[in-house]
């Protein structure tokens, strides 16, 4: 049975990323995932990309450290090898200029895109987003610190869902499996190591250079969200000119789960407009 995580591969910098590429629209659309335990570019975006593909391009990659994307032996991961990473990829695929949606630590790198390559980039949604300072939260500090078992990923699933419609054993199940694939716990566990505020800092861009983004971005939050603090997002809004916030009531940390139908909808007329 072939595994729907895995797609197409290609050569950024010194090591292969592993990457979704659907529809042909005009417009592109790059999706960035978050740092849950077991995470993939597919498993974050899956729900989203069959719809939003039929009317824009979108590029969905594992970004390093996570899911099927290279491991390359020493390689640091900190926000300069995933900036390089995304800008390789673009590169690589002859892709000039994007849109780009950032979900939580995706977020967080996506505000450092835009920041270090203004010109590459379009539109911004930020999902969720680390990026502004904040303390660490229990959520956080459950998802980063998780180590393998069905039971914990079944804790992490509720901690990320508001509702427990979204918490099936079938999911947790899901989760847990790719959590303990060969190098996924490894190089997860390294990547946030306690005091894990430390983590949090080392993805925080510069106020006066969030001030200074120019692009249009949408800014959306889970008012429940557990894992990163609505203050974040209320936080970018006030930061960048030209943004908008849309906060979904009775919504945890996974918007383009918890509240698909809705998200997909504000994401094509945002980028639209």
């Known amino acids: 049975m072939s595994n729907p995580e895995i797609a197409k591969s290609i050569k950024t910098g010194n090591f292969n990323t592993n990457y979704h590429d659907l529809g042909e629209g005009k417009e592109t659309i790059m999706f960035i995932h978050g740092s849950g335990p077991g995470v993939t570019a597919f498993a974050n975006w899956r729900l ?13 990659p594992d970004m390093v450290g996570f899911g099927y994307t290279d491991r390359p032996d020493g390689i640091v991961y900190n926000m300069d090898t995933w900036v390089q990473q995304a800008i390789d990829l673009m ?11 950032g979900n939580s630590f995706g977020g967080a790198l996506a505000v450092a895109l835009v920041i270090k390559y203004p010109k590459r980039f379009k539109k911004v949604v930020l999902m969720g987003a680390v990026g502004v ?8 500090d459950r998802a980063w610190g998780y180590t393998p078992s069905f039971d914990n990923m079944r804790e992490m699933l509720d901690i ?13 199940k899901l989760r847990y499996e790719a959590s303990i694939r060969p190098g996924f716990q490894e190089s997860f566990s390294s990547m946030f190591p306690a005091p894990r ?12 250079d969030i001030k200074n983004i120019p692009h249009d971005t949408l800014i959306i939050h889970g008012r429940e969200d557990k894992v990163i603090p609505l203050s974040n997002s209320i936080k970018f809004n006030q930061l960048i000119k030209k943004s908008q916030l849309h ?14 139908d809705r998200f997909i909808k504000l994401v094509d007329n945002f980028i639209s407009e």
């Open 247 to 260: 906060v979904f009531g009775e919504c945890g940390h996974w918007t383009q789960i918890e509240h698909k």
């Open 91 to 101: 590169d690589s695929l002859g892709i000039e200029q994007t849109n780009l949606v």
């Open 48 to 60: 989203c990309m069959p719809e939003l593909s039929k009317k824009f391009r979108i590029i969905a």
């Open 160 to 172: 990320f869902a508001y509702s427990r419609d979204f918490v099936t054993d079938e999911l947790a």
């Open 197 to 208: 505020q430390n983590g949090i800092d080392a993805m925080n861009s510069d106020e006066q």
């Open 133 to 140: 300072q904040h303390d660490l939260t229990y959520g956080l």
